[in-house]
């Protein structure tokens, strides 16, 4: 029977069926269980027998169970596989080896440290939802930098400063840059022109400093900024607070990238136990695996891209190229080189309009 990695407790199983981690018997049985609650009453106690982290499961071919909670008359169980639920009790309980699970436990944070900035389509924000991902300008027209930022893919504005309609634009996206540059471009910031009622899109810049975002031109206060970016990721066996479900049993790394999981596992499972060349193997997998699905992400993001290889939103430019054909932009260039050259430059733009 295959075991599909769909859980945290399935992914425990698997490895340790791998490693050789090999269940035992308790010579207590589980005679009842509650879905809700997840308790299962035992024939006999189970305190120092079953501990809080132990993995126990009513047969060898299923995920076994994270527990939770032991008292003198019952152990609970994260079972979001519906182990227990399916089972035929009474059964004899099957625990894996104390000290295989919280060695495999601490092997699964190592991976997953190995790919705490990983990217995937999952893993994005949507900006569109009916709670979108936003970002809200403070005084400074400075916004914090949300706790789940991974990497910011592209933040953009629809809204107005004081109440402004969005119908009429314009509508600003903004490019990142370093932030050196934007600290540069926010000493000038009094010099970029600032049109309302435009119906254009507008580019603009914005870069991390400090806990905040900076954005150039100031946005003002209060203005909503939406934001597409790539989240983080909750850890496994990390806890929660449903009451119900008290551990993070999946992510989305989990469900779109478990090879990622079990790879990584194994790597630092191997590396930690001085197997070089099973250690080897592994990471050599991982890898290739996380080259793969991360070059997946970059061409689903980018294969469309970005037509516009020059921002459009610099300082005292927008009144040369805002709505004017390709003859009108050019009059308006010449205009700018003749108010700023000398004599025999003007006369050749002069010859130049004339032709």
Known sequence: MALFIQSANALVSRVAQWVGAIPSALAINATAYNSV?????????????VLVGDFIGPAVTGPFTAVTAVTSSTITVNDPDGMWSGATLPTAILKVPTQSSVEIMSCIQMAELKMRTIELPSLRTDPYSATPSILTTNAQGMAPIPSDMNMPILFFQESQPSGGSTNVGPWIVYDRVGDREII???MIDQLYIRPFGVPRVI????SEVGPNYVFTPNPGENVIIKAYYQQTFPFLFSPTTDALNPIVQNNAVLSSF???YLYGTL???YDKNKNVDEAQKWISRFDDSYGLIEDQNFRGKWKGGDQHLTSEFQPRSYRY????????YKWSLWQHLYRNSCSSV?????RSLRQ
């Open 184 to 186: 540069r471009r926010r």
């Open 346 to 350: 003007r006369l050749r733009v002069r």
């Open 267 to 269: 790597w630092a499972y």
């Open 258 to 260: 478990p090879e990622g």
């Open 37 to 49: 609650s997840g308790a299962i009453t035992t024939s006999s106690t189970a305190v120092g027998t």
């Open 321 to 328: 190229s805002f709505n004017r054909g390709a003859h009108g």
């Open 203 to 206: 580019r603009a810049s914005f």
